[in-house]
């Protein structure tokens, strides 16, 4: 029956063990071992699905640097190491169990978000006490947002100076026609 579905292992143990045993539990389940050393590789519940791949979501998670290696790498990102390294750790006090997930979605913002966004989204954080990646990510979002409007804002405040340069210009050129006075006096002779 598992033989119809596909079974996650964790990140990085497929290449280290090519060869390994399952094995079917009498409570439905399915065991994954390598065959030298008898180490379980990963444990699922047998599905009566066809086709569908059955998957551990701490299986992706990259369990082969340790928490402390991943604050040093991340924290790396940021122009005050040391304010990132307090955040993090701060981060790792709040959330132990999800500190894994929590360091994985600050890493993804330092790598879509600019230096100077990330610094700035670290002194908010920093600033208003919010200790989770989620707000981590909103805040970067939210400054991210902000350059965005502003240098739209700015390209509009340009297209503004160089039309009223232009106009200027335009206006400095430009000479008014000039009538005589005696038709002035002829037309308000003629209103009397």
Not at 28 to 52: C, R
Not at 119 to 124: G, I, K, Q, S, V
């Amino acid at each position: 029956m598992y033989l119809l579905n596909r079974y996650s292992v964790p990140l990085g143990t497929f290449q280290k063990y090519p060869d390994v045993l399952i094995y079917e539990t009498e409570d439905n389940k399915l065991i994954i071992y390598v065959q030298d050393s008898g180490e379980i590789l990963a444990t699922h519940i047998i599905s009566t699905d066809k086709g569908k791949l059955i998957q551990n979501r701490s299986h992706q998670r990259d369990k082969s640097k340790g928490i402390k290696e991943l604050i040093e790498v991340i924290s790396e990102h940021f122009t005050n190491k040391e304010q990132a390294t307090m955040y993090l750790n701060e981060l790792r006090n709040k959330y132990p169990r999800y500190i894994r997930d929590q360091l994985s979605l600050i890493k993804k913002c330092t790598e879509i978000g600019s230096l100077e966004v990330i610094d700035e989204a670290l002194a908010l954080c920093l600033e208003r006490q919010l200790f989770s990646a989620n707000d981590f990510q909103d805040v970067v979002s939210l400054f991210k947002r902000q350059r965005l409007v502003n240098s739209v804002i700015a390209s509009d405040q340009q297209f503004d100076s160089d039309y009223n340069d232009i106009a200027e210009l335009t206006l400095a050129k430009t000479e008014a026609n000039q009538r005589p006075l005696e038709d002035y006096f002829t037309i308000m002779e003629s209103a009397k």
